[in-house]
């Protein structure tokens, strides 16, 4: 009988609610965190030429393809601001939020290996890919920086440094916005992967959508700037490039809605993510 009342019995089971962040568990896998964004930088530059430099020249060329399409040929003005810097700052700030969405759009089927073979909070993939773009937007802005300061000198731009406070805001805005996109599109792609193909396609017309290589001011019929600003992306765009360069259209308004539905796109994509993990070995 003694032996009897001191077995124990181990039930393992799922323990993860639809709405469960787990945060406390997510910060000790922490060093985990650093592990892979430090992982994923160095693997997304690993055998090539000219290694991290393409943060910089990426959006460089970009940059001056759309100035002599859209400011050149099209005519399209940009405020005022120089059209080099408008558009790399632009780019700056559409890159981090493509990059995060598209990122961790194949969280489930690129990490599968590792995690069929280890536990580890989830979470903590789609974050790393996040901090890992928080890195190389940092390193874009050098450039930008580099532009700003020339054309600053010769009185071309304005720019709204005490506004600078809210970088690091629009940075959570548009990573959780990202991620949660990127996470429901992994999901659903460890049942139906011919959803990876429209992923690309969605994220470049989503950028046409978005106030990226054109400014707000350029639309004057009313029912094309309401979709425009209904468009949860448009508003951090906005609100980086009136920090940035001292133009930009903000409404109070469409601020809010814009977190609002960042704040719901990241809690539905936690559900789905909580509730596909506990499968998704079974699909992938």
């Known amino acids: 009988m003694s032996e009897l009342a001191n077995t124990q019995h181990v039930h393992i089971s799922s323990r993860h609610r639809l709405l469960e962040l787990n945060l406390k568990e997510v910060w000790r896998y922490r060093d985990l965190i650093v592990l892979f964004t430090k992982r994923n930088f160095v693997v997304s530059y690993k055998q090539t030429i000219l290694g991290p430099a393409w943060i910089f020249l990426t959006p460089l060329f970009s940059s001056i393809v759309q100035a002599f399409v859209f400011g050149g040929i099209a005519g399209i003005k940009t405020d005022g601001v120089p059209q080099l810097l408008f558009y790399l700052c632009g780019n700056a700030v559409w890159n981090f939020f493509s990059t995060c969405l598209t990122g961790n759009a194949?969280?489930?089927?690129e990490n599968a290996y590792v995690f069929g073979k280890v536990y580890f909070p989830r979470l903590t993939t789609p974050i790393s890919n996040v901090l890992t773009n928080v890195v190389r937007f940092g390193i874009q802005m050098?450039?930008?920086?580099?532009?700003?300061?020339?054309?600053?000198?010769?009185g071309a731009v304005s720019p709204n440094w005490i506004a600078w406070l809210m970088i690091p805001v629009e940075l959570l805005h548009l990573g959780l916005l990202g991620m949660g996109c990127g996470i429901i599109v992994s999901s659903l792609t460890t049942k139906y992967r011919d959803l990876t193909v429209l992923v690309g396609f969605g994220v470049s017309l989503w950028m046409y959508l978005t106030p990226v290589v054109y400014p707000m001011s350029t639309l004057n019929v009313d029912w094309m700037r309401t979709i425009l600003m209904?468009?949860?992306?448009?508003?951090?765009?906005?609100?980086?490039?009136?920090?940035?360069?001292?133009?930009?259209?903000?409404?109070?308004?469409?601020?809010?809605?814009?977190?609002?539905?960042?704040?719901?796109?990241?809690?539905?994509?936690?559900?789905?993510?909580?509730?596909?993990?506990?499968?998704?070995?079974?699909?992938v």
Do not use: C, Q
Request: charged share 10%; hydrophobic share 60%.
């Open 106 to 109: 194949g969280t489930f089927t």
């Open 142 to 154: 050098i450039l930008v920086m580099l532009f700003l300061v020339y054309f600053l000198a010769a």
């Open 230 to 283: 209904l468009n949860p992306v448009t508003m951090p765009v906005e609100v980086m490039r009136y920090a940035v360069l001292g133009v930009g259209t903000i409404h109070l308004g469409y601020y809010a809605l814009s977190w609002a539905v960042t704040l719901l796109v990241a809690l539905l994509g936690v559900m789905i993510f909580n509730k596909v993990e506990r499968t998704f070995m079974d699909t």
